[in-house]
Structures are given as C-alpha cells and as structure tokens.
C-alpha cells in the first residue's frame, strides 16, 4: 500500500509559481510511474502530467504541453514528486492529486488526498 501526501498549495497571485510536492510511502516509489491530476470546481478530474519510474519520460496534457509553463519531476532518493508551475493562470485553480500507476499509460493505483490551488486575478 502506497501512501501520498502532497503539500506546497496555496494562493498566488496570476503570473506567479507554485512547486507542488508529493511524498510517498509505504512501498517501492522507483517502481512507479507518478502523475499529478487536477479537479477545478464543477469540472472532472483532468490529467496534467506523469512521469516515468526512472524519471526519462514525461508527458502533459494537451493544453499544458505547448506552453511549457508545468514541470514535472521526480527525486526517487527523496521518495517525492514535484509539479513546478509557473506563469500561473487563474484557470489553473483547482485541487491538485498526486498519483501512482504501474505504468504510465495506466489508471492510477494509489492517489493523494490533494492540494489547493488558487490563482488570483
């Protein structure tokens, strides 16, 4: 059983950045793909980015992917995952989830409880 905590929310102003953590525990975190999600009020859940187990491959969402303003990384040392965010936008409000899959194209096994997001005008 894979516990994730993700911390590093908060409220920023538009154009601002945020680093979004998630520490994990309770099992192998190299053997893991990581992937952050997000939930805005109203709306599903939406993919952001994942990451591969050894930290060589990445892939965003659609929207993010041209724009070059998320970053997503691993520190397998650390047992952590980080989401850097810049340039944010107020439609980048929303709760944040960490995630755990066996692969990267695979549905999430574990998540996080999430974190708050919320970008001002």
């Known amino acids: 059983q894979v516990q994730l905590v993700e911390s590093g929310g908060g409220l920023v102003q538009a154009g601002g950045s945020l680093r979004l953590s998630c520490a994990a525990s309770?099992?192998?975190?190299?053997?893991?793909?990581m992937g952050w999600f997000r939930q805005a009020p109203g709306k599903d859940r939406e993919f952001v980015a994942t990451i591969s187990w050894g930290g060589g491959t990445t892939y965003y969402a659609g929207s993010l992917k041209g724009e070059g303003r998320f970053t997503i990384s691993r520190d397998n040392a650390k047992n952590t995952v980080y989401l850097q965010m810049d340039s944010l936008k107020p439609e980048d409000t929303a709760v944040y989830y960490c995630a755990a899959a066996r692969g990267l194209t695979t549905t999430p096994s574990y998540w996080g409880q999430g974190t708050q997001v919320t970008v001002s005008s």
């Open positions: 309770g099992g192998t975190f190299s053997r893991y793909a």
